[in-house]
């Protein structure tokens, strides 16, 4: 009874181990993976501002914002 209770406590002790490893695998590549996205929308972000630089972007007002300033006109 006994050896099968110690072979039942490592069987689970094995299970708890390797769940930690795998939370612990999730967390790294869930910060990799919002590392990554962070690095990307940085980039986006200069290329758009280096693009609004050299074509001097338009402003446009918003449609209901037109709207009220046609009568105006």
Known sequence: ???ETF???EDI???KIILIVVVILSLALLLFLLYQSQKMLRHVQKQQALENKQNGRQRQLHPKLQQFKKPQD
């Open 7 to 9: 072979e039942w406590i």
């Open 13 to 15: 002790s094995l299970l």
């Open 1 to 3: 009874m006994q050896i």
